[in-house]
């Protein structure tokens, strides 16, 4: 399993860089939640581009056929590096929004649960998926959404992320035979 990223772009003082660009937001969505938001990397050009070509170089390796991306923050960078890989994008949506027949998967969230759902013939059986969202916290939502890759037959060869909040241990809950990768660690 990696623990992060290893591009040899990616040097103490690039990690840092990019730290700098995210904003803390306490007490969002409720007391006690430290919000990473990424909207202030995202407006960077040049950051954002970075975080983009280092995860893409990384995925080169793993061959995949297509990038599978989680509603919403998913849906930003999870497109833009399948079209760098030159392969396709298969949304992962919130309950009641894809028009086809789907697969569903219910998750535990710290207050009540939350639903995702994927088309049931989103990928040919066999196919190598990589899943990507933007924030690692306890799991759930990268667990749930693998769940639904594999009920439709995906290989999922790989999840990644921009950050990891490495103190809830979420990529302990991911099944060992499945890469987690991160850029920035918290
Ligand atoms: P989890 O299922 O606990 O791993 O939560 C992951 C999902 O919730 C991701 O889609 C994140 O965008 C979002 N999320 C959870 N915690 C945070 C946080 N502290 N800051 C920003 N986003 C978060």
């Not at 088309?119 to 040919?124: M, Y």
């Not at 060869?157 to 921009?162: E, L, P, R, T």
Request: charged share 25%; with cysteine; hydrophobic share 45%.
């Amino acid at each position: 399993m990696v623990e992060q990223v290893t591009s040899p772009l990616l040097t103490k003082e690039k990690t840092e860089w990019l730290k700098a660009k995210i904003r803390d937001i306490p007490d969002f969505p409720k007391p006690g939640i430290v919000f990473k938001d990424l909207t202030t990397l995202l407006k960077d050009g040049e950051a954002f581009s970075y975080v983009i070509d280092v995860l893409t170089e990384h995925f080169k390796q793993h061959n995949a056929a297509y990038i599978a991306g989680i509603e919403a923050r998913g849906f930003i960078l999870g497109p833009v590096i399948a079209h760098k890989l030159g392969i396709g994008f298969i949304p992962i949506r919130k309950s009641g929004k894809l028009p086809y027949r789907v697969v569903k998967e219910t998750y535990d969230l710290e207050y009540g649960t939350d639903c995702v759902e994927i088309h049931e013939d989103a990928v040919e059986e066999g196919a190598r998926v990589i899943l990507i969202d933007d924030l690692l916290a306890t799991g759930g939502t990268a667990l749930a959404a693998h769940k639904l890759l594999t009920k439709v037959g995906a290989n999922v060869v790989s999840v990644g992320f921009v950050v990891e909040l490495g103190f809830l241990n979420g990529r302990n809950r991911m099944p060992s035979n499945v890469e987690v990768v991160s850029i920035l660690t918290y």
